[in-house]
């Protein structure tokens, strides 16, 4: 079953070298959830850290509900991800010995549930950035070369 991807971190792929990708729950408020659904949040600039062997999602920016009562909610508030407790323990491991970042790439539905495509990630240097440029057009060109003798 496919989902629906609302809220992506289009930088996140250009930025970093994506080695391992998983998937987290997320600890939210009723109308961060609401507020998802209207895609109403960012992902840009986000991380993830591991304290107490508990992961924690940093700078997710989710807008206030437009239809909210009472509530006031902070966009910038932090939040919980839900993991395993084995699944945690490895993540640590590799951040710590390998240095590694952890890295939102998504938010999206499932089983209606908000869930979160955590990423490990190696930060890229310039130049690995701009070699990745280079192969994406080397490949484009070979694409249209082949479709142009069709």
Known sequence: ?????????????????????????????????????????????????IENDEVFLYNCQISAYSHKGYEESDPLRIKKLLLHSREIFKLK???????????PLSLYFKNGLVKVELALGKGK?????????????????IRRALKARR
């Open 125 to 141: 240097r310039q130049y690995d950035k701009r070699e990745t440029i280079k192969k994406r057009e080397q490949d484009l060109a």
């Open 93 to 103: 491991n590799q951040v710590n010995q390998r240095g590694l970042v952890l890295i």
């Open 1 to 49: 079953m496919a989902q629906k991807i609302l809220v992506s971190n289009r930088k996140a792929r250009a930025d970093y070298t994506i080695l391992e990708v998983m998937e987290a729950g997320i600890e939210l408020k009723g109308s961060e959830v609401k507020s998802i659904r209207e895609i109403r949040a960012s992902l840009a600039d986000s991380f993830a850290l």
